[in-house]
């Protein structure tokens, strides 16, 4: 816990391999923070692009990556008025339709947590050490880095 | 010694996860060379040093970062999270 500008604020970096339960992790989160008037979550989903993906199976480096995480989280909370954060990313085999990860950030405005969700949402996709491989048709491929991810954290 | 970690493609290129390498390498970029001239595969891994990424002490860095001191460098490729 830390005070950020005025609001208590609690950061929660979850990284595993087995699924998450979606319902009951937006049910807790923020639970009891009557000062908190806004909650964002956002929750990645396996997609199946051309149709027959046949699962995918995300590596990561453990370690790095909760650090990753933790610091990105922490830099979201330095630059929105953030009273919780929460990053839960999964690691592992997945199929599609299957949940990938989920951040959620509390605010008492919604500006500051919907854009503290989108600036989680972008380094995440870039600056945390996850890689996704995709199988179809047999094959296994490394789902390859968009020039768009990349070009979304200039904006910030 | 420094613990050298692969991952992705990078990992499936070489053929292991990771290795203990004896380098008096003052750079990432040094050490990347001392190991393209080990074997093919190390070659084939870093032909292309624009499609990697290095962590030195699992903190993203540059091929020109200073390797004094570190206990851990990774390679892997741009990273796909979310």
Known sequence: MSDQG???????????????????EAERFAAGRTDLGAVV????????????LEGMEIEHYPGMTEKALTEIASEA????????????????????????MMVATASAHRQ???????YLMDYLKSRAPFWKKESAGGDQ????AKDEDEAALDRW | MID???????????????????????????????LKAREERYEAAFADLSALRVAVD?????????????????????MTGG
């Open chain 1, 6 to 24: 005025g609001l208590r604020s609690g950061l929660r970096v979850v990284v595993q391999e087995a699924p998450f339960d979606f319902g009951a």
């Open chain 1, 41 to 52: 979550t956002f929750t990645g989903v396996v997609r199946d692009v051309a149709g027959g």
């Open chain 1, 77 to 100: 909370q330095a630059r929105w008025s953030l009273g919780e954060v929460l990053v839960i990313h999964r690691y592992g085999k997945m199929a599609a339709g299957d949940r990938i």
């Open chain 1, 112 to 118: 500051h947590a919907f854009e503290a969700a989108e």
């Open chain 1, 141 to 144: 491929s490394w789902v390859a």
């Open chain 2, 4 to 34: 050298v970690l692969y991952f992705a493609w990078v990992r499936e290129r070489i053929g292991l996860p990771k290795e203990k390498i004896e380098t008096s390498a003052a750079t990432v970029a040094a050490l990347v060379e001392e």
């Open chain 2, 58 to 78: 699992q903190e993203l860095t540059d091929f020109d970062a200073p390797l004094a001191g570190a206990r851990e460098v990774a390679f892997f490729p741009p």
